[in-house]
């Protein structure tokens, strides 16, 4: 495949504040499947079976549950800088400049926000796990995180200036962004408010999708969307609103794709009537799914 030129390798984890961290930690180890690698007086770190250090923090603080930020994994150490630079010339503001990182995990690191409070940590030199693999029903690392944005172009304009992010395409209601392999590591969608809309698990297959579905039900988590089949990325999917009105989802068979890739437009994503995936088997999202990919704000 054809190399894609980005600052940033991938996305690696997601960090929340939760008002109950003991009743997280049993959902996201005895029903979600991850594993704790690291805790503090106040915040646990999970990990899935990939190299990842962790995919998820969550940090107990009362009132409704936030979102702190989004970390991405940078290339090399000298991009830690450009986008600190490039974040400030694109209307956004440096949070905290590049310096060590006082978590497990550790690494350099810089957080930065856009104009509209979305924040992004970019990390180099992290610790990595050499005991990757994968494991069935087991989340292996992030496949995406999905923001919502009023303004949706201008958002698509900070990824690419500051993060060097790629359109991989763009429907009536979202805009793809790729900056490896994958087909988008970062997607927004077009909504009134700028809240998260869900984090995506990758997981090892289909299989495991589907029994990630039967599991959340038995534990008393419907599926609020699926099982089905997206059409821009192709991946599977099941939806699911976690503790606290996070929506997560289980995800497989992400696509894989480079510079040749052609980006869609809005009129190369059409369904018919009464559809909103390829396999046409589920009902559309639920009501309270949607209110729910609304209902996370970041910090202010």
């Excluded at 589907?210 to 099941?238: K, L, V």
Aim: glycine share 8%; charged share 20%; aromatic share 8%.
């Amino acid at each position: 495949m054809t190399h894609l030129s980005s600052l940033v390798s991938g996305l690696r984890s997601v960090a929340f504040n939760v008002p109950d961290l003991a009743a997280a930690e049993h959902f996201y180890t005895s029903v979600w499947h991850l594993d704790v690698v690291a805790r503090s007086v106040d915040a646990i770190y999970f990990r899935g079976t990939g190299a990842d250090h962790h995919l998820l923090a969550l940090h107990q603080a009362q009132g409704a549950a936030k979102i702190r930020c989004v970390t991405l994994r940078a290339r090399d150490v000298t991009s830690l800088e450009i986008v600190a630079k490039a974040a400030v010339q694109s209307g956004g503001r440096v949070l905290q400049p590049v310096s060590q990182l006082d978590e497990p995990g550790g690494g350099v690191a810089v957080t930065v926000a856009d104009a509209d409070g979305r924040i992004f940590q970019l990390v180099h030199g992290d610790a990595l796990h050499t005991d990757a693999h994968e494991a069935r029903d087991k989340p292996v690392r992030l496949a995406h995180a999905v923001l919502n944005s009023h303004a949706v172009e201008s958002t698509r304009k900070f990824m690419e200036s500051v993060f060097d992010f790629s359109l991989a395409d763009r429907t009536k209601i979202m805009a793809f962004m790729r900056c490896n392999h994958d087909h988008h590591s970062i997607a927004f969608g077009d909504t009134d408010n700028d809240a998260l809309n869900h984090v995506a698990f990758l997981m090892p297959d289909i299989d495991s999708v589907m029994r990630g579905g039967g599991r959340m039900r038995d534990a008393g988590y419907g599926i609020e969307w699926g099982p089905g089949r997206h059409g821009p990325g192709d991946n599977a999917f099941n939806y699911f609103i976690g503790p606290f009105d996070i929506v997560i989802e289980y995800t497989a068979e992400v696509q894989q794709i480079d510079d040749s890739y052609q980006t869609g437009q809005p009129g190369d994503w059409t369904w018919p009537s009464g559809r909103v995936d390829q396999w046409g088997i589920s009902a559309p999202p639920s009501a309270k799914l949607k209110e729910a990919q609304k209902a996370i704000a970041f910090v202010s």
